[in-house]
């Protein structure tokens, strides 16, 4: 077992992606809601991230990003 990327001890979940020098690390919607890094964000991030998809950070952000900017009615 090894520690994932929110410092959870648990299975390899992660999926990495080698784009010829940089590599992409995905997560999974439960790691993403887990995390420090979003908590602040967690009931946005429940109610918009697919369970069977994995999200570079930086498509959390911008999923994020575009929830706060939409028009509110």
């Known amino acids: 077992m090894k520690k994932d990327a ?12 080698d784009n ?12 993403i809601i887990n ?9 946005i991030l429940t109610e918009l991230l697919d369970v069977k998809q994995r999200y570079k950070i930086s498509e959390v952000k911008d999923i994020i990003d575009v929830f706060m900017k939409r028009e509110v009615v």
């Open 20 to 31: 010829e020098t940089e590599v992409e690390v995905r997560f999974t919607k439960e790691q």
């Open 6 to 17: 929110v410092g959870e001890v648990k299975e390899s979940t992660v999926v990495v992606e």
């Open 35 to 43: 995390s420090k890094m979003f908590s602040s964000s967690r009931d």
